[in-house]
C-alpha cells in the first residue's frame, strides 16, 4: 500500500515492468491476452515457459514454486539468520486471529500484504525464537499460523466498530502474554500492546460490502470499474450496476495485459463471497 491506494505493478511476458498508483476512486481496466505463463522463482525466469492454470494463486509451476518456497523463512532453512524478527497478532474479522512472524526490518509491510484490519506486535528475538514462539501460541492458544483469504473475503464486508476490533487485539494479547515463562524463548523480547488498525488504510471505511469474486482470469476476460478498497492481494472494484467485486491480483500474475478505459460487464468467471455458490460463464 502507499498513500490512499495501491501500488499497480504489470509486467507481461516480454515487456518492461511497469508501476503505478492506484488511488481510491481511480478507474481501473483491463483485459487478460493469450496465455497465463509461469512467473519464475527468485527473480529468475522460468526455464520451462511453462503454462499455469487461470486459478492458481502462486503463477508458478511446480518446479519453480518448490524453488521460491526452498528460499522462504517459512521453510525453516535459515536458521542461521542474523536479522531480527517480529512475532505479531493478527485480527482479520470476528473469529478471525493467528499469530506470525516478519522481519523487523519490513515493518508492517507482512500485515498489510495480508489483509490483516488490525494488528499488534507481540514480541522481537532472533528468527529461531520468534519460530517458536509462534508455535507455542498456535499450540496453547488454539490459533493458526494463516486463515484462507476466502474466510478473510467473507466477514470483511461486516466488521464492528474499531473499538470492539481493538479489544479482540487486546484480548488475544493478554492470552498470550500470560504464556511468557511457559516454553516462550529467553531470547524472545516482549513488546507492549500497541493495537494498529488498518481499515482506513485499506479503505474498507464506506466502500461497500463485496459480493462476488473473481475465480480466475481467462483470454480475452475483461475487469473494469473504480478501485474503492485493497486489503492484502485484494482489490475491490465497483463495477457497472454499483455492486463491488474482489479480484485477487495473485490471479493476474503471468498474464499479459492491455488497457481497458470505462466500466463495463464483468468478462470473466465470478463466485459469490461466503455462500459458496459459484457463477461460471461471463458476467
Not at 509462534?134 to 474466510?151: C, K, M, Q, T
Request: proline share 6%.
Amino acid at each position: 500500500m502507499r498513500g490512499s491506494g495501491t501500488e499497480w505493478d504489470v509486467r507481461g511476458p516480454g515487456t518492461e515492468r511497469q508501476v503505478s498508483v492506484l488511488a481510491y476512486g481511480a478507474g481501473i481496466g483491463f483485459r487478460a491476452l493469450g496465455e497465463r505463463h509461469c512467473v519464475g522463482a527468485r527473480g529468475n525466469v522460468c526455464p520451462l515457459g511453462a503454462v499455469v492454470p487461470g486459478r492458481s494463486t502462486g503463477g508458478r509451476c511446480a518446479e519453480c514454486a518448490r524453488l521460491d518456497r526452498a528460499h522462504s523463512v517459512a521453510a525453516d532453512t535459515m536458521a542461521d539468520d542474523p536479522r531480527t524478527y517480529r512475532v505479531y497478532l493478527a485480527w482479520f474479522g470476528p473469529g478471525l486471529v493467528k499469530v506470525g512472524i516478519t522481519g523487523e526490518e519490513r515493518g508492517a509491510a507482512r500485515l498489510r500484504e495480508q489483509g490483516a484490519v488490525a494488528f499488534s506486535w507481540l514480541g522481537r528475538g532472533p528468527l529461531m525464537a520468534a519460530r517458536r514462539t509462534e508455535e507455542v501460541l498456535r499450540a496453547a492458544l488454539g490459533v493458526p499460523d494463516r486463515i484462507p483469504y476466502a474466510r478473510k473475503r467473507a466477514v470483511r464486508g461486516r466488521l464492528p466498530e474499531e473499538a470492539e476490533r481493538a479489544g479482540a487485539v487486546a484480548e488475544l494479547y493478554a492470552r498470550a502474554a500470560g504464556l511468557e515463562g511457559r516454553g516462550w524463548p529467553e531470547s524472545l523480547e516482549r513488546l507492549p500492546l500497541d493495537v494498529v488498525d488498518q481499515v482506513g488504510v485499506f479503505g474498507l471505511d464506506g466502500a461497500g460490502a463485496p459480493g462476488r469474486s473473481v475465480r480466475e482470469l481467462v483470454a480475452g476476460g475483461v475487469v473494469a470499474g473504480r478501485l474503492v478498497a485493497a486489503a492484502g492481494p485484494d482489490l475491490h472494484v465497483a463495477v457497472e450496476g454499483g455492486s463491488v467485486v474482489v479480484l485477487d491480483t495473485r490471479l493476474i500474475t503471468g498474464w499479459e495485459l492491455a488497457p481497458v478505459s470505462g466500466a463495463g460487464p464483468l468478462g470473466v468467471p465470478v463466485a459469490e463471497i461466503g455462500g459458496g455458490g459459484v457463477q461460471g460463464g461471463l458476467f
